[in-house]
């Protein structure tokens, strides 16, 4: 299996909450992506990164924003949790954009 | 936007018999993935398959592709109970620089 990370793998809060779901990756892969799916749905691409310093936001239109300061490491925050955002979040890499991509566990995010 | 739909939806299938689904997307490609996903994980990266390429194998599964029709098949054999999954497929277009994934097909193989 892939070296790439995701925590929490739960969490439950409320509404208006901040949040930052952490994603990690020791592959050294330049780029990284963030997909939102429902259950039993497909994926939506809501924020995807080249490298260090990159970040493009996705085809869904996404309330989080997302940072890349280091290579390993892109993480996703909701300033503002709304209940709109339960849903659960996945984390990929890929050494380049048309190769495989490698997935963390997912993030499973409910707002109360 | 979703590129690739699967179909069926669902499947249903025993033991030891063979699982197929097919993969219809829109736009020309550079290559078509395959992953697997169990209930409450990630996606796994299962096959890759180029757009001049029209057949892949690995293990007991077979990957087809018909860039003329726009449409890939994968065939999973002698299914197990660990098979059990949801299968999507996923296409990486010429134009784009991003890959689009289906809504997939879930897979329940019964003992």
């Known amino acids: 299996e892939a070296d790439i990370y995701q925590t929490p793998r739960y969490l439950v809060i409320g509404t208006g909450k901040k949040i930052t779901l952490e994603c990690s990756q020791t592959?050294?892969?330049?780029?990284m992506y963030w997909y939102q799916q429902d259950p039993g749905m497909e994926l939506h691409l809501i924020h995807y990164s080249y490298g260090v310093n990159s970040t493009e936001k996705g085809d869904l239109s996404s309330e989080s924003t997302v940072s890349r300061i280091r290579t390993e490491h892109f993480p996703l925050t909701l300033e503002s949790a709304r209940p709109s955002h339960t849903s659960q979040y996945l984390c990929?890499?890929?050494?380049?954009?048309?190769?495989?991509?490698?997935f963390g566990d997912g993030t499973r995010l409910s707002i109360l | 936007s979703q590129q690739g739909e699967e179909d069926p939806q669902a499947l249903s299938i025993q033991e030891g018999e063979n699982a197929t689904m097919n993969c219809s997307y829109k736009?020309?490609?550079?290559?078509l993935q395959w992953y697997r996903q169990n209930s409450g994980r990630g996606l796994v990266h299962l096959i890759l398959i180029r757009s001049n390429e029209r057949e892949k194998h690995s293990g007991r599964l077979r990957v087809t592709l018909d860039t003329s029709k726009k449409s890939s098949s994968l065939l999973i054999t002698a299914s197990r109970a660990a098979d059990t999954a949801s299968y999507f497929c996923a296409t990486f277009p010429r134009d784009d620089y991003k890959l689009s994934f289906g809504a997939g097909t879930t897979v329940t193989v019964r003992a």
């Open positions: 592959m050294g892969h330049d780029k």
């Open positions: 990929a890499s890929s050494a380049q954009e048309n190769q495989p991509q490698h």
């Open positions: 736009t020309s490609i550079n290559n």
